[in-house]
């Protein structure tokens, strides 16, 4: 048997950083994210021998252990690894070999959720292959849970709630990892607007996230009022982006987005640099009202607002930098698992023991 899950990767409107602790339990932090066609994709295929096999197809990367409680956390396919080691704990044990396979539709550090949209997939093959009962919430905080506490990365708490709830939400984040995802009924062609103006660039560069988190986490520690008032603003954004949806106001909303991009630089150093302002200052000039950089900033994604028929000389633009418009459309579903009959023709691995 093979058991399958996908999970979709986000887009951050508004509200950024609101998400990390301590701002989010001092403060209450608020967010509007809405999931896109691009995923993390996880399988579970079981094998004869009492072998673990894990691998990340889009990486090239496999490690190989012999079936026990706990798998090393070194560096490689930790990700993957926490999943399996925390289920072992927590749940009925893996009492039989498999071969753990994920694939993500964007790279690691690109500032769509990667990493922990691919937790929400992994998780959401074990959840298929135990049968294990856990509802949306259960399964968004446990990832949260193996990332932040387990392996100890730094990070949000939006990411793992997206992937899971899927579609346009606006989130509120508070002390004791409460969290409050609101649906947004959106109509479809508010939706439709958006997407059709709304562009996706990729830098062509990843970063590293968790230098830049923890910076900011450093500066709520601190009491940093320039930062601190920052990531204030940029709650009030996330309201005035779920005012705008909702009431069609889609004339204001890359507006809304450029007053986030000057907040942001705000919150931590590095979040902008010279060749993410080069790109801002060009697509504006190019017709976008607004933009963002996706994540935590530093390179990755950015989205870019462009009304009427501006996208296409935006696009034109973008394209003289060396990065990638990626097509997307938004989606509505969430988390997603099934269950498959397959017989592999080779149940072992590639890689040594």
Known sequence: MIYRS???????????????????????????????????????????ENKIIVEALDRD??????????????????LLKGVYNRIQKDHSPVLKGFRLSTFVDAPAGSG???????????????????????????????AYDIERNDLQLAGGKQDQYAATFGGVNFMEFYAGDKVIVNPLRIKPEYLHELENNL????????????AIIKEQVKNVNEKN??????????????????EALLQGKLDEIGLIL????????????????????????????????????SGAGGGGFMIFYCPGNTRHAVIKTLNTFGGTVRDYSFTKYGLTTWTASYISPKAGGNGED
């Open 112 to 142: 769509l959720g990667t990493s922990s949209t691919l937790v929400v997939a992994v998780l959401g093959a074990f959840k298929e292959m135990l049968k294990l009962r856990l509802d949306e919430y259960k399964i968004a905080q446990y």
């Open 6 to 48: 996908k999970a979709p990767l986000r887009i951050g409107l508004a509200g950024g950083g609101t998400d990390v602790s301590p701002y989010s339990d001092q403060f209450g932090g608020a967010i509007l994210n809405a999931t896109i066609s691009l995923s993390a994709y996880a399988a579970i295929e079981t094998l004869p």
């Open 258 to 293: 450029d007053y986030g991009f000057e907040q942001k630089r705000n919150m931590a150093a590095n979040i902008s640099n010279s060749s993410i302002e080069n790109v801002y200052a060009a697509a504006k000039a190019a017709g976008a009202t607004g933009g963002k950089i």
């Open 199 to 210: 562009v996706l660039y990729f830098t062509s560069t990843s970063r590293e996230s968790a």
């Open 225 to 242: 009022e320039k930062s601190i008032e920052a990531m204030h603003h940029l709650k009030d954004q996330a309201k005035m982006m779920k």
């Open 61 to 78: 990367e496999q490690q190989i252990f012999d079936l026990v409680n706990e798998l090393p956390i070194d560096g490689t396919l930790d």
